[in-house]
């Protein structure tokens, strides 16, 4: 069985925004820290934003006023907004705990594309 099944990805012109939802296995992630990752292509796998089990966000600086990450715990799942997209924000977005060690369980994603 997935244990992070994300979605919510698509085609989106710049400017645009996209809602993306993960749900998580309880029972694996109860308790910790999620983030959104993403991975674009030639590039390595970089943080979006994290969010406390108790709802505290931090984000990375290119996203900062633009993401939004939030969750409910009562749903096992973890939410991104994002508004104002840009071409650079094409990737492939994953969700995952915070702390994600070499050869850790990985999701498909879900693959965001911003173009015209």
């Known amino acids: 069985q997935a244990q992070l099944v994300e979605s919510g990805g698509g085609l989106v012109q710049p400017g645009g925004s996209l809602r993306l939802s993960c749900a998580y296995s309880?029972?694996?992630?109860?308790?910790?820290?999620m983030g959104w990752y993403r991975q674009a292509p030639g590039k390595e796998r970089e943080m979006v934003a994290v969010?406390?089990?108790?709802?505290?966000?931090t984000y990375a600086d290119s996203m900062k006023g633009r993401f939004t990450i939030s969750r409910d715990n009562a749903k096992n799942m973890v939410y991104l907004q994002m508004n104002g997209l840009k071409a650079e924000d094409t990737a492939v977005y994953y969700c995952?705990?915070?702390?994600?060690?070499?050869?850790?369980?990985w999701g498909q994603g879900t693959q965001v594309t911003v173009s015209s």
């Open positions: 995952n705990r915070r702390e994600v060690r070499s050869g850790g369980y």
């Open positions: 309880r029972s694996i992630f109860i308790f910790l820290p």
């Open positions: 969010i406390t089990w108790g709802g505290t966000p």
